[in-house]
């Protein structure tokens, strides 16, 4: 089935199985287009590659399809954001007799991560919490110390969560696989490797196997081995038990992503904007943390994203870099004003063009 996909020599992400019309399986995913730039597509038993016809501007990317298909057609979810003047994410929807006349797309929810299925909205922050809400009642999940970046299902068990991501303090990926009936889960690996955003559909498991210098350089691949480890990685809550920790920017940070191989677009940039609001998080967690609140490890996350996205200026990054390491190690309390100070000087020297 992705003989097709591979003869293109097009990067592809964001995989999804679903038996379609004549329980035939339809391959959902995404792949850059002419712009270098994500979209939905969908792949056919007969090998044929469609786009999904979302009608949403070049702009914007699209990731994340999943489907499922019943007497009254198709039902697709995807996320999708990103352009220049809109940079916020949404979980939308389409409904349709068929992939190729769907209705045009509704938004249901701001959000990086999610998808619907029946009377089931799935949406994840991007940090630590996924958000279950269905009529039987709603509760979140929690993933202490972990950035999530696709939630999806088993269509032949949509009762089963995949969820996948990257531990803060590592540069692993994961996926996850989590039972919302009996709350087991299990950490998937295929071939040796995470099987990161993997779909599953009876015996066939696609992953997105990393291609390339960049991180989501990738390429839909089926696995020939995969395996399961029980974990408790994962803790069921009530909802709003744990308060979300960090949202998705709303706009005007200026760190929509640079160009990766063949321009496709990467998230990771260097941003001040999101390096004030990282250290911001960082110290208000900390204050909190000295007063016995169990805030440590999401304030060492913020300061290993403030790390992240200021490569781009060596001193500032190396300070904020030895102020998370000492922190970390011993509890040393950070410098505060020196780091404004920095932030400051590189704003300066932005603004003076050296």
Excluded at 237 to 247: A, D, I, L, S, Y
Excluded at 302 to 320: G, V
Excluded at 323 to 345: F, M
Aim: with cysteine.
């Amino acid at each position: 089935m992705l003989k097709e996909l591979h003869d293109q020599g097009i990067m592809t992400h964001m995989p999804f199985l679903t038996p379609g019309e004549d329980s035939q399986p339809v391959l959902l995913f995404c792949q850059a287009d002419e712009l270098h730039v994500w979209k939905a597509c969908y792949q056919l038993a007969d090998g044929s590659i469609h786009r999904l016809d979302t009608s949403l501007p070049s702009d914007v990317c699209e990731c994340a399809p999943t489907a499922w298909y019943d007497g009254d057609g198709w039902h697709v979810s995807f996320i999708a954001g990103g352009a220049a003047d809109d940079p916020l994410y949404h979980l939308y929807r389409m409904d349709g007799p068929t992939l190729d006349q769907l209705s045009r797309p509704v938004a249901v929810h701001a959000t990086r991560a999610g998808f619907v299925h029946g009377d089931r909205l799935v949406h994840a922050d991007m940090e630590n919490l996924v958000h279950v809400l269905q009529p039987s009642g709603d509760f979140d999940i929690e993933l202490p110390g972990a950035f999530i970046y696709r939630v999806a299902y088993r269509a032949d068990q949509p009762d089963t969560l995949l969820i996948s991501g990257q531990w803060q303090m590592e540069d692993d990926v994961f996926a996850l696989e989590y039972d919302l009936q009996t709350g087991q889960q299990n950490i998937i690996e295929c071939d040796g490797l995470p099987a990161y955003k993997c779909t599953i559909l009876g015996d066939q498991m696609l992953y997105a196997q990393r291609v390339g210098e960049h991180f989501e350089s990738r390429r839909i691949n089926t696995a020939v081995a995969s395996s399961r480890r029980s974990t408790s990685a994962a803790v069921r809550r009530q909802p709003g038990q744990v308060e979300p920790v960090v949202t998705q920017p709303t706009g005007g940070c200026g760190c929509r992503g640079g160009s990766g191989p063949g321009g496709i677009t990467v998230t990771r940039t260097s941003c001040l904007e999101c390096i004030e609001k990282h250290l911001g998080a960082a110290y208000v967690l900390l204050t909190e943390t000295r007063d016995g609140y169990a805030h440590r490890l999401r304030a060492i996350g913020h300061l290993h994203e403030a790390e992240d996205e200021s490569q781009e200026w060596p001193e500032l990054h190396a300070a904020i870099r030895e102020a998370r390491k000492a922190y970390q190690a011993d509890g040393t309390v950070l410098n505060w004003e020196a780091l404004a100070v920095l932030i400051n000087d590189v704003r300066t020297a932005s603004r003076l063009g050296s």
